[in-house]
């Protein structure tokens, strides 16, 4: 993320102006290890001078696993994280496999960091976890009144012809966990996903997704009932390839504490512009 510094100041005092939640320790941590860019160059000290004007560039942590999970920021509050395809969100009843809360569990050694929304396994992006249980309600909150901005990159099988539009409809997930569209008002909850082309192939086009609700597997179910499933979503009928091309790119909301704009995101892998799959 990029920071532009309003007044001159030391940089550890910068950075706490930036990141008021997160303790000058923990600030001294991100200079030593080289997080911090002034310009293009990485800070040394927290007791160097910046001046007004100068760009600051906080770059993510990597966290060491065998799955190259990629914390993007950490708080008292919360952690983001870069998912990589088919790693779980949270556990399941499968032996032998992890998941992303397990391993940022382990990496913080506590177990008080929570789940407040899920990507699917196969699903590649920016996923949001709770520092302690009054940070997991007020998250859980933001993403109940839909006041989260939730951006999706997805490749689908087919052209689709309208430029923009909106997928709307009830969804219901059956017992044997496959969710489809119903049309009874009294059965599943109302799903929106409003969508834009970026590209058209010969026989794929790459989409901006925007998810005004966050049901499960909404994307995969609207496009596939649309005519134009998720390239390699063979559940839900789409064209088999290497992996699932649905990606979670920018998550955006309010800060529930500080109130500050909080928007993370990751870049759209490289395979999913190279055709054909």
């Given at each position: 993320m990029l920071y532009k510094v309003l007044k001159n100041g030391s940089l550890i005092d910068v950075l706490a102006t930036f990141f008021p939640d997160s303790s000058k320790r923990t600030l001294n941590t991100w200079i030593k290890v080289g997080r911090i860019l002034i310009g293009t160059k990485k800070a040394?000290?927290?007791?160097?001078?910046?001046?007004?004007?100068?760009?600051?560039?906080?770059?993510?942590?990597?966290?060491?696993t065998h799955r190259g999970l990629k914390i993007l920021y950490s708080d008292r509050s919360m952690i983001a994280i870069d998912k990589p395809t088919g790693l779980l969100s949270v556990p399941q009843e499968l032996p032998g496999l992890t998941s992303a809360l397990c391993e940022l569990r382990k990496h913080f050694n506590t177990e008080n960091i929570h789940a407040v929304h899920r990507i699917d396994r196969e699903t590649s992006g920016v996923l949001l976890f709770a520092r302690g249980i009054q940070a997991r309600e007020a998250?859980?909150?933001?993403?109940?009144?839909?006041?989260?901005?939730?951006?999706?990159?997805a490749l689908v099988g087919g052209v689709v012809e309208q430029n923009e539009g909106t997928w709307e409809s009830r969804l219901i997930e059956l017992p044997n966990f496959i969710v489809k569209e119903t049309h009874d008002p009294q059965e599943g909850r109302h799903a929106i996903t409003h969508y834009k082309v970026l590209e058209r192939y010969e026989e794929r086009t790459l989409l901006e997704l925007n998810l005004e609700t966050g049901r499960k597997h909404q994307i995969r179910v609207h496009a596939a009932n649309a005519g134009h499933p998720v390239v390699g979503d063979e559940r839900y009928y789409g064209y088999p390839a290497r992996r699932l091309y649905l990606h979670a790119k920018i998550l955006t909301f309010i800060h529930p504490f500080t109130k500050k704009k909080m928007q993370f995101s990751s870049p759209v892998p490289k395979l999913f512009y190279r055709l054909p799959i």
């Open positions: 040394r000290r927290g007791d160097q001078e910046v001046a007004a004007g100068v760009s600051i560039q906080v770059q993510p942590a990597t966290m060491s998250l859980k909150e933001l993403f109940a009144a839909h006041t989260i901005t939730r951006q999706y990159i």
